[in-house]
């Protein structure tokens, strides 16, 4: 039997230049009354196929509620949402967390990471989420944290490592499932340049697998030509998209 989980997006395997991500019109505000903020106000954005968008734009212009809506982990107000050709707002609250678990990966700003867990346990949560065994989950997260330079430090516990490789071990842990959809804020933030664009590499590496698609926002330019297209966002809306040369000058 196909489960919500396993089931894949849509009966036939999208090409490349299908869309991954529809938005149109949405909408998302925190509080109530006098402390009402109106954090979206009506984006529109498509992401296709093997696609690598960036999304930039000052503090506090919603980029991380957008990517948080995509990502089903926050709810919209209005408008309409597609990621795979899913629907959040039809799902009930348990299955969209497990189709989220199984289809997306995340590098959150803070790298979540669970302080008594190994940073290989760490990587392989996602997979025991999705019922794998422990052990086969920690080898393919070991797998994993070498490709992104941590082939020492499997045992280490999170307060054992620096900044730049905590963030790697988040990064190990949003790919190790293969979602199709990875989501990063600021995934380079703690990262030196050399390390930033191996990540770039790895994540633009696997975005161009045909049937995933990478959303990272950003404020380091240093990664910006590694984008297929970067999205500007101000005050709640996207106002510019295009390739990075056209967003650099
Ligand atoms: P960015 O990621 O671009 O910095 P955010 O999406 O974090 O922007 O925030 C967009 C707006 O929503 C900001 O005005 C921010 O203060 C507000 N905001 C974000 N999260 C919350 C929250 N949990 N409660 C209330 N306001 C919030």
Known sequence: MTTAMSKPA????????????????VTKHYGKGDN???????????IAYG???????????????LISVIAGILDRDEGELSVFGNDYAKQGQRIKTLWRGANIGFVFQQFNLLPTLTAAENAAVPLMILGESRASAVKKAKDMMSRV???????SLPSQL????????AIARA???QPKLIVCDEPTSALDATTGHAVLRLLKGVALQEDRALVIVTHDSRIFGFADRVATMDDGK??????????MQ
């Open 51 to 65: 696609e690598l968008m960036m999304l930039v734009g000052p503090s506090g212009c919603g980029k991380t509620t």
């Open 175 to 177: 790919l190790v499932h």
């Open 10 to 25: 849509s009966s036939t395997h999208p090409q490349r230049g299908e869309l991954a991500v529809h938005a149109k019109g």
């Open 162 to 169: 620096s900044g730049g490789q905590q963030q790697r071990v």
């Open 149 to 155: 330079g941590l082939e020492s430090k499997f045992n």
């Open 36 to 46: 009402k903020v109106l954090a979206l106000r009506g984006v529109d954005l498509e």
């Open 238 to 247: 996207i106002v510019t998209i295009g390739k990075p040369s056209e967003v």
